[in-house]
């Protein structure tokens, strides 16, 4: 397909994992992106992948990269309440980026 | 190190009318790009700048939107005249010429035409 696509919502209980998928359009794409907004907020870069790489682990997020199915996955470990905003991922050709429509994450307490 | 910033941060106009926003990107970051996140999607590139040259600017609306960058800084997006369907958050972001071409994001300007 054309789009990058995400589920749009997400709920989880307070202290759970969160996992978000992501299926993007071109297997070349160099660096794969996942941002966070807040509302009201533009949006804030959490972490990237390069293409050559399969999981890349910074604190509690986990990203995980199949690039054979051209599916990327954001994992969100003992999720807070203050996670709850929507996370867009995005591909990049190094510097035309695409993104996804968002997934709303709620957090239940 | 100071982030992108964007003014006004809200604006509220009629259809027809004109509207500029502003942007300065952080310091140094020689590309700058403008998107359109209309409510519920991902934002939409509208155009990239690199310095004050424009490197594409294939989805943006010539026949009333407009951009520059004339000193390779700062940078302005106007729409004239503005349409009810412009109504969205238009955001700026920039970002360094090496490395991994993350972008930067600023707070966004929310307009909504009436």
């Known amino acids: 397909g054309e789009d990058v696509e995400q589920s749009l919502f997400l709920s989880v209980r307070e202290g759970d994992s969160s996992v978000i998928n992501c299926t993007y359009t071109?297997?070349?794409?160099?660096?794969l992106y996942w941002y966070k907004q807040e509302p009201g907020a533009g949006l804030q870069l959490l972490t990237y992948i390069f293409s050559n790489m399969d999981m890349k682990q910074d604190q509690r997020l986990t990203v995980l990269l199949n690039k054979k199915d051209k599916h990327l996955s954001l994992r969100i470990a003992d999720t807070q309440t203050g996670d709850s905003a929507i996370y867009f991922c995005a591909e990049s050709l190094k510097r035309d980026m695409r993104f996804g429509a968002g997934t709303r994450l709620t957090v239940k307490p | 190190e100071a982030g992108v910033a964007q003014s006004p941060r809200y604006k509220i106009i009629e259809k027809r009318q004109s509207v500029a926003f502003w942007c300065n990107p952080i310091?140094?970051?020689?590309?700058l790009y403008w998107y359109q996140q209309i409510l519920g999607q991902g934002p939409k590139l509208l155009i990239q700048f690199q310095n004050n040259g424009v490197v594409d600017d294939s989805q943006l609306p010539k026949d009333r939107f407009s951009a520059e960058r004339l000193k390779g800084v700062d940078s302005t997006l106007k729409i004239q005249p503005a349409k009810l369907e412009d109504s969205a958050v238009y955001l700026c972001?920039?970002?360094?010429?090496?490395?991994?071409?993350?972008?930067?994001f600023g707070p966004g300007t929310r307009l909504t035409v009436t």
């Open positions: 310091s140094g970051h020689a590309t």
């Open positions: 972001a920039s970002s360094a010429i090496r490395g991994t071409w993350e972008q930067y």
């Open positions: 071109d297997s070349s794409s160099t660096y």
